[in-house]
């Protein structure tokens, strides 16, 4: 069995969880928290720390390899993807090749492409995409056997972004109405406000001068952080916490001691509250349901629970339950753990070809349908194809890599060490490998489906769950007066019924390449939105004015894809290329 995982990549924080004997586990780290902060740093040495290992090493400056070798956006998202994946295969004790991915709303096409990149540089294979609101509404609908149908609103506060969609939830079905996403409102923004009020009580200590270089108040803010977030939590159960922050981890002769109150919290985050709190009006007014007609308010993310938040969303949908059934922290991954169980066909990257989910390569073509195994290198870290003797990147040896001998797996409940291949925990008595079916537990029966079963084998209850998507962003061309033309609007339904259709025209004669220009936003002027390009390889000997019709859709994951030919000649070779600058 290809073991799939499913993956909540939030902008501050990563989950991983795997199906393990039907039910959706979050996956813990060496540490034994299944959250991973999505932190790099670098070690007194200069070396890349990645995740937990990074909390408190220095960020300032920008990340190296040990020779001096920048480290692209794609490669730092790589190393966390293979710092997870590694995680994910500590837990289970076997390989993880395959992995659902929920990402936030918000993302566009050129993180979703980098995103995609960065995957198969550290050896997993993505199975599907799927926006973190949606994943939320999996874990919260798939146990929900003979439930009525729902209306609910996601709202999913992480610490870096705000996602909200309105869902119709059926037996076997998450259908979306309205989504959006905000990439610069989390649960940071709360953090930050409890920041600036201590650096503001620094400052009106008159005898304290404080150091204002860019770097020295970047350190303040940092360890001022951990308190400020100590106190958010806090403050999401006690009515008041003390916040006392020494002088020696300021720096500063001075010292911090307060006692700090619920009410004055809330009245620091106040204004960026309510800004999500207009979020959540505006997706409810795009979905065309009214306030009454939200059966349920499922919260998501861990800064959804501050009490200021659940409080005016009780009062903004007056007939709302707010849905208590899903761990805020670990819930989108688990749904898409769930997801990635249920999944019956893996689609071929590169032919586009529905492939029975047991197969690891395509049937028509016979692409890779798994990631591959990946050697990590002693000097950068950085993963690299297994049949390598030498890193891609900094050129070091890889030998020491093949000698490293895969570490111990560990229970996934308890962590513990155990022997390859158990069948329980020896601490926790957790029933491990053997035997498990790899798919979800039936609501109805109870019993461990096999991995891609559309329906429990031994009661029939319908298990693989519709999962439909939206796009998040508009995506067009521009005018020749430099508005926007819309291909794929926002809120159209994935993947898209039909094509976009536009045409374009060569310039000159003899033109082999041609450059289209692409917008993604909603902007009315094409410029705002300007983000990528399309890049045509004509065939020799081509006439000025030549017309080239190029065909626009998104797939069901929310990328776009391209074909292109010439008008009247279908069968002549014209090469669509893709380019989203980071």
Not at 71 to 79: D, G, I, K
Request: hydrophobic content about 45%; aromatic content about 4%; some cysteine.
């Amino acid at each position: 069995m290809l073991r799939a995982v499913g993956i909540d990549l939030g902008t501050t924080k990563a989950v991983i969880a795997a199906l393990r004997r039907g039910e959706p586990l979050a996956l813990a780290g060496v540490d034994g928290s299944p959250i991973v902060p999505a932190v790099m740093g670098r070690s007194p040495e200069g070396r890349v720390l990645v995740g937990h290992a990074a909390a408190g090493a220095p960020r300032e400056g920008e990340l190296c390899t040990p020779d001096g070798q920048p480290y692209t956006a794609v490669e730092r998202m790589a190393l966390f993807l293979a710092l997870l994946k590694r995680q994910a295969e500590q837990a289970l004790g076997e390989p993880v090749r395959r992995a659902v991915l929920a990402i936030p709303v918000y993302f566009g096409q050129a993180q979703i492409a980098s995103l995609l990149e960065a995957a198969q540089m550290a050896g997993l294979f993505v199975l599907r995409l799927v926006q973190s609101p949606l994943a939320a509404g999996v874990a919260y609908g798939l146990g929900r056997p003979g439930a009525r149908p729902q209306t609910i609103l996601v709202f999913d506060l992480g610490g870096g972004c705000l996602d909200v969609a309105v869902l119709r939830l059926f037996h076997g079905a998450v259908v979306p109405l309205a989504l959006c996403g905000d990439g610069w409102l989390g649960g940071n923004e709360f953090s930050d406000a409890i920041v600036a009020h201590l650096i503001r009580q620094l400052q009106a200590q008159r005898e304290l001068v404080l150091d204002e270089t860019a770097a020295a108040r970047q350190r303040l803010r940092r360890e001022l952080r951990v308190y400020a977030e100590q106190a958010k939590v806090a403050l999401s159960i006690l009515e008041q916490t003390s916040l006392h922050v020494p002088g020696e981890v300021l720096g500063l002769p001075g010292e911090i001691g307060e006692v700090l109150t619920r009410a004055a919290f809330e009245g620091l985050i106040g204004p960026r509250a309510e800004d999500a709190l207009a979020l959540a009006r505006e997706v409810a007014e795009a979905s065309g349901v009214p306030p009454e007609g939200i059966d349920g308010v499922l919260l998501a993310g861990g800064s959804s629970q501050v009490p200021l938040i659940e409080t005016a969303l009780e009062r903004q949908f007056p007939r709302a339950a707010l849905l208590r059934g899903l761990n805020p922290v670990l819930g989108v991954a688990q749904g898409a753990a769930l997801l990635a169980g249920t999944l019956e066909w893996v689609e071929c990257p590169n032919c586009s070809l529905a492939n029975p989910i047991e197969r690891e390569a395509c049937q028509r073509c016979r692409a890779a349908l798994a990631g591959e195994e990946r050697l990590f290198c002693p000097e950068c870290d950085l993963p690299n194809d297994a049949r390598r003797p030498i890193c891609w990147k900094c050129g070091a040896s890889l030998r020491q890599a093949r000698e490293v001998r895969r570490e111990a797996p560990t229970c996934p409940v308890c962590g513990a060490a155990v022997q390859a291949g158990a069948a329980s925990c020896p601490a926790c008595l957790r029933p491990l490998g053997k035997g498990d079916a790899g798919g979800p537990r039936c609501p109805a029966c109870g019993r461990a489906a096999p991995a891609g079963a559309s329906s429990c084998p031994a009661c029939g209850t319908l298990l693989a769950p519709f999962v439909g998507g939206m796009a998040s962003h508009s995506l067009g061309l521009a005018f020749p007066d430099g508005r926007m033309d819309v291909l794929l609007p926002r809120g159209q339904a994935l993947p898209s019924p039909r094509p976009a259709l536009r045409e374009v025209r060569t310039l000159a004669d003899g033109q082999t390449e041609l450059e289209v220009p692409l917008y993604e936003g909603e902007h009315p002027w094409a410029r705002e939105n300007a983000r990528g390009a399309l890049h045509l390889h004509l065939p020799e000997g081509l006439p000025s004015g030549t017309i080239v019709e190029v065909a626009f859709a998104l797939d069901r994951d929310g990328r776009l894809r391209v074909g292109a030919s010439l008008k009247g000649d279908a069968s002549a070779d014209v090469e669509a290329i893709l380019h989203w600058p980071v």
